[in-house]
């Protein structure tokens, strides 16, 4: 219940929400620092030693959410908003993956596992839109239901499918440096798609971004 809680009812939640607030290439940016953020817990709840690499991904990670902050300091009826749900989406997320990686799941199969989490994480995002909904006949548009369709087949279902087979053939530090290309695509897909800005400030956080995940993530070769 836990992992359900965080990785999917937080993570999808308050990511949907911060999408409404601010650009979906700085959504993504926030969204994709969770290893730094699995990291920090580590270190705080289970008393993990940082490494010298890990402290320096931390304080990367840091500054690439200030750097998106700062140009929106003066939205303050939106941009902070977004940044705040930007960041519980991420700490939500990695919440869930470390009560999912310090759990025995008795050999349960990643599809099973994954489907009770969905199934599960699930249910209070739908008891929620029933009760805090307006109440109100709504019927969706094609586009709305396109949308979801596609939300649900590619993203959930196939991006599921295509990352644990990542997983089975590649070392799992290296399968999970993939990770770092997403912010990458998000927001220069953002700035060609929805003329999202793509300026000095987010340039430099998504290059913060990209290299803390990419200290917290590659391993040093060992000499011998």
Same mark, same amino acid.
């Given at each position: 219940?836990a992992?359900?809680? /965080?990785?999917?009812?937080?993570?999808?939640?308050?990511?949907?929400?911060? +999408?409404?607030?601010?650009?979906?290439?700085?959504?993504?940016?926030?969204?994709? @620092?969770?290893?730094?953020?699995?990291?920090?817990?580590? +270190?705080?709840?289970?008393?993990?030693? $940082? @490494?010298?690499?890990?402290?320096?991904?931390l304080?990367?990670?840091?500054?690439?959410?200030a750097?998106?902050?700062?140009?929106?300091?003066?939205?303050?009826?939106s941009?902070?908003? /977004?940044?705040?749900c930007?960041?519980?989406?991420?700490? /939500?997320?990695?919440?869930?993956?470390?009560?999912?990686?310090?759990?025995?799941?008795? /050999?349960t199969? $990643?599809?099973? &596992?994954?489907?009770?989490?969905?199934?599960?994480?699930?249910?209070?995002?739908?008891?929620?839109?029933?009760?805090?909904?307006?109440?109100?006949?709504?019927?969706?548009?094609?586009?709305?239901?396109?949308?979801?369709?596609?939300?649900?087949?590619? $993203? @959930?279902?196939?991006?599921?499918?295509?990352?644990? !087979?990542i997983? !089975?053939?590649?070392?799992?530090?290296?399968?999970?440096?993939? @990770?770092?290309?997403?912010?990458?695509?998000?927001?220069?897909?953002?700035?060609?798609?929805?003329?999202?800005?793509?300026?000095p400030?987010? &340039?430099?956080?998504?290059?913060?971004?990209?290299?803390?995940?990419?200290?917290? &993530?590659?391993?040093?070769?060992?000499?011998?």
């Amino acid at each position: 219940m836990a992992a359900s809680l /965080g990785t999917v009812t937080v993570w999808y939640v308050a990511a949907t929400a911060a +999408v409404l607030f601010i650009p979906s290439g700085q959504a993504s940016v926030l969204g994709y @620092t969770m290893p730094l953020w699995a990291a920090l817990m580590s +270190v705080v709840f289970l008393g993990d030693r $940082p @490494t010298p690499r890990l402290a320096m991904a931390l304080v990367l990670g840091l500054c690439s959410v200030a750097l998106l902050a700062v140009p929106s300091l003066g939205t303050l009826a939106s941009a902070p908003m /977004g940044i705040a749900c930007g960041l519980a989406a991420v700490i /939500g997320w990695a919440t869930g993956t470390l009560f999912q990686k310090r759990t025995d799941w008795l /050999g349960t199969p $990643p599809l099973t &596992l994954t489907a009770w989490q969905m199934l599960l994480g699930s249910l209070p995002i739908v008891a929620g839109a029933l009760i805090f909904a307006d109440h109100r006949p709504f019927v969706p548009s094609w586009t709305t239901i396109l949308v979801v369709a596609h939300l649900t087949i590619i $993203p @959930t279902a196939l991006g599921t499918l295509v990352w644990f !087979r990542i997983v !089975r053939l590649l070392p799992a530090n290296t399968a999970s440096v993939s @990770t770092i290309v997403v912010p990458v695509i998000a927001m220069s897909g953002g700035a060609l798609v929805h003329a999202e800005p793509l300026g000095p400030w987010q &340039l430099a956080a998504l290059a913060c971004c990209v290299a803390a995940l990419a200290l917290a &993530l590659l391993k040093p070769k060992a000499t011998t």
